[in-house]
């Protein structure tokens, strides 16, 4: 039974580096290139792929599904995969803001099928629209969502450039994208109701890992406090990000927690209409 999860709203200090636009991360030549030719070969397996995607949230996140190797080879690599985490005390929700970045992306969602785990992405709606091979990418290991196009403050724009920031970025997105998050945590009744509007759910989080600084041991040590049913917050576009995310999943996953999807929980049996405001994490 999915844990249910309560909005939160907090500030996300760390999130405030985003006002003058990241340093962009050295871009490894061959880095980009190989995972160029990984997505490449993706989309040469595209049936295996979305015969795999759509038999299960955690299915088809494999390093051979992303490394788009052999058909018998991805349903070994997934069938090991998928009993690699054991939810004996139950699931969480990886959540990764900003995105995507050429520099760190490829790395983490590599980390991310390196476990068999699970992601949801909350992308930057003009970083998206100009590196669609690294959404592509991200899909690969979960979902991607709403972070606005610019990543500017909500609360101090104007209800019609909310909406387009919304707009333009679900937009590049696509329609399956429901999901969610304030860029540094700000909202406000008039943002809310603009989301809302826009037919998106906001989703906040339980840790922020990167909050407080540190190095990549110090952002997995404030991800092992992550409980069941709780989202997990970390920044792309941060090499102590990518350093550390193999470690958390490895080390939770130890604790017999894994990584889950965000789902709309249902209002009630009877009328089945989402709960804008409660979400689950679902291990399948
Ligand atoms: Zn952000």
Redesign the pocket.
Known sequence: MPAVVTRRRAY?DG?RR?TGGLPRATIRKWGTLAALSVLGVCLVSVPVLIALVLSGPDAGRTPDAVAGAGDEADSATTARAASRCIATRGHYALTI??GPFAGTTPSLVAAIAREGATATFFDVGERAAAHGNLVALQRHVGQVAN?TYR?LHMTRLSRAHRLRELERTADVLGPHSAFYRD??GESDPATDADVRAAGLTPVGWTIDAQSGGGPSEAIVARAMRVRAGGILLLRDGDRRAVAAVGRILGRLAARGMCTGRLTLRPASASSGRPTPDRIAVAGR
């Open positions: 996300q999130d985003m803001d900003d972070h990543h860029p540094y």
